[in-house]
């Protein structure tokens, strides 16, 4: 059970879902707010701040801070059970075969084969990530958990909104302005379906000084990956 973990309202949410729950514009995708525990994601922005170590990665199409893939929490973090428990728990969460059927269920994306990638990314003022389509590899299922400032109001004049875009007048192409705007409010969760050449998304350049986007990015595979580079995998753990 993940009573202390999730909140009540997401696991009554989660168990009455008997068709997928997706947003068909642009493409499939679904907001969900209340994610988890409050006291519990608190805990868990904490050990983020003090324990993990973001490192800043810069190139033609990303700017952002981002830790290791959490996977590897026991190599970068000693005593990683005792020292960060929360995140290790919300990690063993997100890798566990009960998260992994709500996404199916969710999304109807069909079956997922249990790999996941997880990194948690900082976006600070000048922090952006510009439009591209996810498709690397065999991923099938984007996912955002923000995490950022609880107690601060995240505004449109701040930046930082997720950006999904449809294809353009020539079928093939993300048109300029996204038809849909969605802000890194805390607790809520966005997952979304990677379709070759049609599941274009960015995030919006974040202007405050004050605040910080926090998140937790994953995503998840129909089948066993074929080889990627490493910029690949940095580029898929950005929203």
Not at 42 to 60: I, S, V, Y
Not at 87 to 103: G, M, N, P, T
Not at 199 to 219: G, L, M, Q, Y
């Amino acid at each position: 059970m993940h009573d202390d973990i999730c909140s009540r309202s997401f696991l009554e949410f989660s168990s009455r879902i008997t068709s997928p729950i997706v947003n068909a514009v642009p493409y499939p995708h679904v907001n969900i707010h209340n994610v988890f525990n409050d006291r519990f994601l608190r805990e868990c922005l904490a050990e983020l701040k003090d324990q993990l170590t973001a490192n800043f990665k810069e190139t033609d199409l990303f700017k952002v801070y981002q830790t290791t893939d959490l996977a590897n929490l026991q190599d970068c973090v000693p005593r990683a059970r005792v020292t960060v428990p929360h995140l290790f728990r919300l990690r063993q969460y997100l890798y566990s075969e009960a998260f992994r059927d709500f996404i199916v269920q969710a999304t109807g994306c069909g079956s997922l084969d249990g790999a996941v990638d997880c990194s948690c990314n900082i976006y600070t003022a000048g922090c952006h990530l510009l439009c591209h389509d996810d498709v690397i590899g065999t991923r099938r299922i984007s996912y955002i958990i923000y995490l950022s400032e609880p107690d601060e109001v995240w505004t449109g004049t701040d930046g930082g909104q997720l950006e999904l875009y449809p294809i353009g007048p020539d079928g093939k192409n993300p048109t300029d302005s996204p038809v849909v705007s969605m802000m890194p409010e805390w607790n809520s969760m966005v997952l979304f379906e990677v379709l070759p050449g049609h599941s274009f998304h960015a995030v919006r350049e974040v202007s405050s000084i004050t605040k910080t986007r926090v998140s937790i990015s994953a995503v998840s595979y129909t089948h066993l990956r074929a080889h990627e580079t490493e910029a690949d995998l940095v580029c898929r753990l950005l929203l």
